[in-house]
């Protein structure tokens, strides 16, 4: 699950800022080269807490299995390199997830809300981890919602941004042509699978009766 769809996720529970915020804090140290210690915000924490108890559901959950199995079937027979096709079949699958969520109306305003809350009770490992969130958060904020999720070619964009650094997973020119088509098919069947995702996400997560 993506950062986006970890917000949508932790609304149904928790909508408080912190705990919105600190859901989708994990993909957001990957992505500003930073590593969490332990939260001075109890909100924030209850957050992090989500986002891995969200990932333990999502990931073996049947319906996103099946779909991330049909991209990477899409991309192997279009002959796309064998790193980046189970990169993109996994990454992909969540971009285009959090694509078909960003127009849900509850969830926009819950990560703006996330991204509107004070983050003084996040702290790094590295004395520049902070320095390195407020840019991020920064440019997050300045961004808004993210609707270019909606666009195939800006999810191309992305995965060339985050596999281009990986040697074993980084995509060639020909490897982007065929991710392009394959997402490009891909994405309606994301679309009606995302409800059914969703739903198995509600069941996974519900308190178990005592």
């Known amino acids: 699950m993506n950062f986006f769809g970890h917000a949508a996720v932790a609304s149904w529970s928790d909508p408080a800022g912190g705990a919105l915020l600190g859901a989708m804090l994990p993909d957001f140290a990957g992505m500003c080269g930073a590593h969490l210690a332990p939260a001075a915000d109890e909100a924030i924490e209850r957050g992090i807490a989500m986002h891995y108890r969200a990932d333990s559901v999502f990931h073996p959950l049947p319906v996103v299995l099946g779909l991330m199995r049909e991209l990477s079937a899409r991309l192997d ?3 796309c390199a064998r790193g980046p096709s189970r990169a993109v079949s996994h990454i992909g699958t969540e971009l285009l997830l959090d694509g078909v969520l960003v127009a849900d109306a509850t969830y926009r305003a819950a990560y703006e809300v996330a991204l509107a809350a004070d983050p003084a009770g996040i702290r790094w490992r590295e004395d520049d981890g902070a320095a ?15 609707d270019d999720l909606r666009s195939i070619d800006s999810i ?10 990986r040697p074993r997973l980084a995509p060639s020119a020909d490897d982007l042509r065929i991710i392009r088509g394959a997402l490009t098919a891909q994405q309606p069947r994301v679309a009606v699978a995302a409800e059914a995702v969703m739903r198995g996400m509600r069941a996974g997560l519900a308190p178990v009766p005592e």
Do not use: E, I, K, Q
Request: overall charge positive; hydrophobic content about 45%; aromatic content about 4%.
């Open 77 to 79: 027979t279009a002959g």
């Open 156 to 165: 191309c964009t992305r995965l060339a941004r985050v596999l281009g650094s």
């Open 132 to 146: 390195r969130f407020a840019v991020l958060l920064s440019r997050l904020r300045a961004h808004g919602v993210p």
